[in-house]
């Protein structure tokens, strides 16, 4: 998955607002509050993706090649996974979980938020 490609799906998914923040990191948020974070972009490969996820799919995630629990927000008790290889989760996979994080995240908004963001 491309930076254009991450982005494009991540603008793809309703009421999505997008910043560069956090030392060039692009972050997508719903209501806002973040649901996707990507960043790490070397010439020729993959970006690393982190996502808040369920505490299920945390814990299998969490030990799976090429993910691990995201710096700074899992140290906190925060279930959110960062994507850094392929190895065991394919982009087709990464937009599930994107899909699921901004779906996790908006549910967390007041109805009111919910409402007037048409969600």
């Known amino acids: ?13 309703p009421a999505t607002t997008h910043v560069v923040q956090w030392s060039g990191a692009h972050v997508w948020k719903v209501g806002a509050k973040v649901f996707a974070i990507g960043g790490g972009w070397d010439e020729g490969k993959d970006p690393f993706v982190t996502f808040k996820c369920s505490d299920i799919a945390y814990d299998v995630l969490k030990e799976q090649p090429g993910l691990r629990p995201a710096p700074y927000l899992a140290s906190r008790g925060m279930k959110w996974i960062q994507r850094q290889t392929r190895q065991s989760m394919d982009d087709e996979a990464l937009k599930d979980y994107l899909r699921e994080s901004h779906r996790l995240v908006a549910l967390k908004l007041t109805r009111q938020a919910r409402k007037e963001l048409g969600l």
């Not at 998955?1 to 998914?13: E, G, P, Q, W």
């Open 1 to 13: 998955m491309t930076l254009d490609d991450y982005n494009s799906f991540c603008a793809s998914l």
